[in-house]
């Protein structure tokens, strides 16, 4: 099992369409359908592909999630792809990225 955040996005999508068919491992998708995101680049449903609506930066939804799931591995592709200062993306990103480890942000 894998959990991937922003899997509705570009990067994300590709990657879990082409994980579920080269090798069938079951995902957990976890992205909050910004601008970005959109379950139409994920095709067909797929019972090994599991989609939660839901921002990484709900504690609870992320412990649930890891609780429930037990991902062996974690593939972050969940960001804002727009232009931004620097320290704004740095400071999302590292609270974002503490969130998923389980540390304080
Ligand atoms: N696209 C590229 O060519 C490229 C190249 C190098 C690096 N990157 C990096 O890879 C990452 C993903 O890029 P992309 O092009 O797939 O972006 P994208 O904008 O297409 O997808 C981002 C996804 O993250 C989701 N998301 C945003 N904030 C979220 C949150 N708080 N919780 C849950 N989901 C959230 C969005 O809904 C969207 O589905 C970004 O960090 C980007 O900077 C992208």
């Not at 999630?65 to 991902?71: A, D, F, K, T």
């Amino acid at each position: 099992m894998l959990l991937v955040t922003g899997g509705a996005g570009f990067i994300g999508s590709n990657f879990v369409l082409s994980t579920l068919a080269q090798t069938g491992e079951a995902i957990v998708n976890l992205d909050k359908l910004t601008y970005a995101g959109s379950l139409e680049n994920l095709g067909p449903p797929n019972p090994k592909h599991v989609f939660v609506k839901g921002d990484i930066c709900d504690r609870a939804l992320v412990r649930s999630l890891l609780q429930q799931h037990r991902p062996r591995a974690i593939s972050r592709t969940s960001a804002p792809s727009q232009m931004s200062p620097f320290t704004n993306v740095w400071r999302g990103s590292a609270a974002r990225s503490a969130t998923l480890a389980g540390l304080p942000a």
